[in-house]
């Protein structure tokens, strides 16, 4: 069994919505901050938003700011990505992270990820 299972991506026009649910297990999810990741076709993977275990702070990536919010439910074991006015930039396969720091931000602050799941924006 994953530790990490991302779904709710998709295919959506641009300035659509999708929103984007990870489910969490064998983990002691409240002392894990948890983000998601995003890897466009060709580029590396970057960090789109955080949360820390007890949802006090969130953290976003400039360009994802105003658009997208983070959200975590303790007692469900789920992190999810609301993604609003989606733009064909991005198209990405976007990954649920689990991270010891208080709030991670970078892919090498990371210590589970999830398998994926695929978003596609088009124009």
């Known amino acids: 069994q994953e530790l990490l299972v991302e779904s709710g991506g998709g295919l959506v026009q641009a300035g659509g919505s999708l929103r984007l649910s990870c489910v969490a297990s064998?983990?002691?999810?409240?002392?894990?901050?948890m983000g998601w990741f995003r890897q466009a076709p060709g580029k590396g993977r970057e960090f789109v938003a955080a949360?820390?275990?007890?949802?006090?702070?969130?953290t976003y990536a400039d360009s994802m700011e105003g658009r997208f919010a983070i959200s975590r439910d303790n007692a469900k074991k789920t992190v999810d990505l609301q993604m609003n006015s989606l733009k064909p930039e991005d198209t990405a396969v976007y990954y649920c992270?689990?991270?010891?720091?208080?709030?991670?931000?970078?892919?090498?602050?990371?210590?589970?990820w999830g398998k994926g799941t695929l978003v596609t924006v088009s124009s």
């Open positions: 064998r983990l002691t999810f409240s002392r894990y901050s």
């Open positions: 949360i820390s275990g007890r949802s006090d702070t969130t």
């Open positions: 992270a689990a991270s010891l720091q208080r709030v991670v931000s970078e892919v090498g602050g990371v210590n589970y």
